[in-house]
């Protein structure tokens, strides 16, 4: 009978990020495609936390309050990681379960060091 390692709690692995730059693109109207990539992720969600601070302050930037997760995929290969995620920005609360506000976003992104746009 073999035995299965135990999970490693997240918060204990290594975590030494290197962020290495957001590229935007505005797909259409309020629709905007945040490109990704860092070193010393620790799983995809350092990641996809990392798109989220981007777009938080994209938002604040355009003069808007809020986004709206659409989607992220996350790729690693020989230790860079890289994202693409999808948000809707608006100036009100958007429907759905992703929404993010930016400032609340962007102030959490600054306090634990994450670069934004």
Do not use: N
Not at 73 to 84: I, M, N, Q, S
Not at 90 to 113: F, N, Q, R, W
């Amino acid at each position: 009978m073999a035995c299965e390692a135990e999970p490693v709690p997240r918060d204990s692995l290594p975590f030494t990020p290197v962020y290495e730059g957001v590229e935007t693109r505005l797909l259409d109207g309020d629709l905007v495609s945040f490109l990704v990539s860092m070193r010393g992720a620790r799983d995809p969600e350092d990641v996809e936390r990392y798109a989220e601070c981007a777009a938080a302050q994209y938002a604040i930037i355009r003069g808007y309050g809020f986004a709206r997760h659409l989607r992220t995929t996350v790729a690693e290969e020989a230790g860079l990681w890289r994202g693409d995620a999808v948000y809707t920005i608006s100036a009100a609360l958007p429907a759905g379960l992703k929404t993010i506000d930016a400032e609340v976003t962007a102030l959490a992104c600054a306090e634990s060091g994450i670069p934004m746009v």
